[in-house]
């Protein structure tokens, strides 16, 4: 309709089908440069992907089949309310095993970031039980949780994830400042957080002017990146990643995919929570699928497709006659 009354439209994404869904012609920005303009009818999203990265980009995960072992997270009749004391989590059961990941699919707001929430200690748990690697967390506050072996990718990055007023060094290390080598007797050992956080901008390719930027001054994606280099970086036996690329542009979700797929190879296990089928069905082993706040079925992802999920994301059940998977 817009076009036909004779008005123009910009649109800023990092999201490739949208740009090939709506836009007539591609300005692509890599560094702050314009490195060309295209239309859209005569390229692609690789092409596209290419421009913006600057090298070749592959939408496919690479990875091994997982060889699943010992249950590490084991969440049992979880019930969580939300801000109106109304249940979003109801009777939720899942576990996640070391060396896998578990996708969490579902339509926004069905308990998705309740469950989060009351797994690192953001939320109360009004009945049921968390388990990580056979202890109880369900009533830890959130320094016990990660103390117990829990990352934490936040779906709020500005909330949950970050404190904007300080440094990216202090951000990198808020989870472990308070241990050796980054305090001595209580004192903070600023050289030795420098040193850690340099090396973890560098690994994950944070651009900032250095590690004594406020973060405030740092692009969203450039925030989720700090954050999932923290996290990551301290390798926990169950890491929880709630919309992790989000605001990421190609080259960066690749790279943040491949760490994942690292900490499951590693004998961790991931819980992946996002809103993106496409992240869902080509990162995960198992999908659990969720509405109203339970788990209505867990399938293997190299046996399902977006159709059937968004049947099951929808209330609907699979046709008679599948097996469990």
């Known amino acids: 309709m817009w076009q036909t009354e004779g008005k123009s439209i910009i649109l800023i994404t990092h999201k490739l089908k949208e740009i090939m869904q709506v836009c007539d012609r591609c300005t692509v920005i890599r560094r702050g440069r314009g490195v ?12 596209l992907a290419e421009m913006m990265v600057g090298r070749e980009v592959s939408f496919a995960v690479e ?6 072992k010992e249950t590490v997270l084991s969440i049992k009749d979880l019930q969580v309310e939300d801000t109106r004391k109304v ?7 899942l576990d996640v095993r070391a060396g896998e990941i578990v996708g969490v699919a579902g339509v926004d707001g069905n308990g998705q970031t309740e469950l989060v929430e009351a ?15 056979e202890q109880d967390i369900t009533h830890y506050k959130p ?14 990055r500005h909330k949950h994830g970050m404190v904007m007023a300080f440094t990216v060094a202090e951000n990198m290390l808020l989870q472990t400042y308070y241990q050796f080598p980054y305090t001595k007797k209580g004192i903070l050992n600023y050289p030795n957080i420098y040193e850690k956080a340099k090396a973890l901008i560098q690994e994950y390719d944070v651009r900032t002017p250095n590690e004594k930027t406020p973060a405030r001054s740092l692009s969203g994606g450039n925030q989720q990146k700090m954050i999932i280099a923290r996290e990551v970086n301290r390798s926990p036996d169950m890491l929880i ?60 992802a190299d046996e399902t497709d977006e159709k059937e999920l968004g049947l099951l994301m929808a209330g609907g059940k699979r046709e008679a006659g599948e097996g469990q998977r």
């Open 36 to 47: 060309g303009t295209v239309d859209v009818a005569d390229t692609s999203e690789n092409k």
């Open 63 to 68: 990875k091994e089949t997982a060889v699943p």
């Open 87 to 93: 249940d979003v989590v109801n009777g939720l059961n």
């Open 119 to 133: 797994m690192t200690g953001l939320r109360l748990v009004k009945a049921g039980s968390v388990t990580v690697s």
């Open 143 to 156: 320094r016990k949780v990660t103390e117990a072996g829990v990352g934490h990718i936040p779906e709020d």
């Open 241 to 300: 990643a709630a919309q992790p690329t989000r605001g990421l542009d190609v080259g960066a979700i690749e790279f943040i995919h491949g760490k994942l797929v690292e900490e499951r190879d590693k004998g961790h296990a991931v819980l992946l929570v996002s809103l993106e089928l496409d992240e869902i069905l080509n990162l995960s082993d198992r999908i659990a699928v969720i509405y109203e706040g339970t788990i209505v079925d867990i399938v293997k």
